[in-house]
């Protein structure tokens, strides 16, 4: 046999030619099976904060019906309980105590795509299946105390000591104020530690903001990376804009700043442009792939920003690139709806802006930011 079952007339050879590209890869380097669970070695560091939580995991365990047809159904499949999550010190392993694990099973691993690692780098693969012969005694994971998640709108030890600061407490909106007023408008409110924009229904089933207005920070910013999570009604749009220059010759964020499309892909009207879609440069580029989760599920928002050279991740997924400033970034400008707008991407720093689309609900969490030198 060539190995080309039920592919006849193809090569009978796969790739042609592998080559090392000197890229690092954060994935799950080995999954080993202990006497009370299963530990995870990543080839990286995970990024402080994540994989403290239980749920984030999903294992379960089962075992195959030989058959004389070509593979056999999965039998007694059950989700396994996750008594604890263990992470090493140095964030490179998890060990995750379980229960009712039993020999001759498969064990299903699946962690959630949107982890990255301390590196900054997405992870590659998320799954994995292990075969449970026999259940190794004498050799118990680490139990380190359980990892409990921490708490929206906080920072860890290690993230104040990389320079990591809020910019929204859950508490108050000190350091915001609403487009070209002293405070941040009456539509903007907390809401279970979560910054959300408030709106009306209208006799049409429409939502529509009142007093609310495009939200501003009140120091500028130039070269950093901004991290926050976001969720959004149903058909809403919203947006982040940066680099806004807040003067009295201007009406409106956008007429100076670039915006990360805040988006419900799903049936808003604007969804239908390929660039007007969740995670991209408004109008400008796209997304590589949609990451985007549903309406009324939370986001998570990186935006980096270094010397014109910048990327968008959305869930853990690096999903635009593009550098300011540049010849190329000027030709975008005049090929998209801002080519009539003289100063728009043309400054270097600026205000950072959460918009009000006047046409949804939208919730903030966990804005913090990082400044570079």
């Known amino acids: 046999s060539t190995g080309n079952w039920q592919h006849s007339g193809r090569n009978w050879y796969g790739l042609q030619r592998l080559k090392y590209n000197g890229q690092p890869t954060f994935e799950m380097l080995a999954v080993r099976a202990k006497s009370n669970g299963v530990e995870i070695e990543f080839t990286e560091p995970l990024e402080e904060g994540i994989g403290r939580a239980p749920e984030a995991y999903t294992v379960q365990q089962w075992w195959y019906l030989p058959t004389h047809e070509y593979g056999g159904p999965k039998k007694d499949l059950e989700n396994l ?3 604890s999550v263990n992470i090493s010190e140095n964030r490179r392993r998890v060990f995750l105590e379980l229960e009712g694990m039993k020999p001759d099973h498969v064990i299903y691993l699946r962690l959630p795509n949107d982890w990255v690692s301390a590196e900054g780098h997405e992870l590659w693969s998320t799954e994995a299946w292990y075969t449970l012969n026999q259940i190794p005694e004498g050799q ?3 139990i380190a105390g359980a ?5 929206a709108n906080t920072l860890t030890a290690a993230e104040k000591a990389a320079g990591w600061k809020l910019l929204f407490d859950g508490k108050s909106l000190d350091g915001w104020h609403s487009w070209k007023k002293d405070k941040a408008g009456s539509g903007w409110v907390i809401e279970g530690g979560a910054l959300k924009l408030n709106a009306i229904r209208q006799p049409d089933g429409s939502l529509r903001t009142e007093d609310g207005g495009d939200l501003l920070t009140d120091q500028e910013y130039e070269n950093y990376e901004l991290r926050l999570e976001w969720k959004i009604s149903a058909c809403g749009n919203s947006g982040i804009i940066f680099n806004v220059v807040e003067a009295d010759k201007y009406d409106y964020p956008w007429q100076t700043g670039p915006e990360h499309q805040l988006i419900d892909n799903t049936c808003h009207p604007d969804a239908r442009f390929e660039t007007h879609r969740a995670g991209c440069l408004y109008d400008l580029v796209p997304v590589k792939y949609e990451t985007v989760k549903p309406a009324g599920e939370w986001n998570k928002v990186r935006i980096i920003i270094r010397n014109g050279k910048s990327q968008f991740w959305l869930n853990g997924r690096r999903v635009v690139d593009f550098e300011m400033f540049t010849p ?9 709806k801002f080519k009539d707008m003289p100063d728009f991407g043309k400054a270097r720093k600026g ?6 689309h006047r046409d949804a609900m939208v919730w903030f969490r966990n804005i913090k930011i990082r400044e570079f030198e």
Do not use: A, F, K, V
């Open 81 to 83: 309980r996750i008594s």
């Open 328 to 336: 190329e970034w000027e030709r975008m400008i005049r090929n998209s």
């Open 147 to 151: 990892s409990s998640p921490i708490p």
């Open 351 to 356: 205000r950072i802006c959460l918009q009000d």
């Open 140 to 142: 118990p994971g680490l």
